[in-house]
């Protein structure tokens, strides 16, 4: 029961917070991150992103498949570890779409330079701040006044 309470709490922070920096390997070994939009999150962790096959994060995925995407919203933060693949699939493609994918690609789903990347995601730790960023203040204040270490809240590490 514990880890399908931390599987989601991992989905909910990527639902809410939606924008995730992918990084991923370079040719030369360097780690190299991008903001993308999630279009999907299943429950396994498993996610999806829109891009163009022209991108950088598609020659580097294809290069070596090894990526994190990281989520922060408020006091909530996530970071997950997987592969990712380049899906070509117009099917696929043509079921995902959605009016924000359209603002990049204005020609539809038919656009030859659309693809999603899918990232298989295989752990993923989170961090939350219970209360907000009042709470957090209030516990930094406690910290410097009793000189004692921090407490931010809840953390964990979950297979996906």
Not at 91 to 120: H, K, S
Request: with cysteine.
């Amino acid at each position: 029961m514990a880890e399908e309470r931390d599987i989601s709490k991992v989905t909910d922070i990527i639902n809410g917070a939606r924008i995730g920096m992918v990084t991923t390997v370079n040719e030369q070994g360097a780690l190299v991150s991008r903001p993308l939009a999630v279009q999907d999150v299943k429950d396994d962790g498993d996610m999806w992103f829109f891009t163009g096959l022209g991108t950088s994060q598609v020659a580097h995925v294809r290069n070596d498949p090894r990526v994190n995407v990281s989520f922060g919203k408020n006091t909530e933060w996530v970071s997950v570890a997987g592969n990712a693949e380049v899906v070509t699939d117009r099917q696929i493609i043509r079921d995902m779409w959605n009016q924000t994918v359209e603002a990049w690609f204005p020609d539809g789903p038919e656009t030859p330079e659309v693809c999603l990347l899918r990232v298989d995601s295989e752990s993923a730790e989170y961090w939350t701040s219970p209360g907000g960023t009042a709470a957090t203040v209030l516990q930094w204040v406690k910290s410097k006044v009793t000189h004692s270490r921090m407490s931010v809240g809840e953390s964990g590490t979950v297979d996906l």
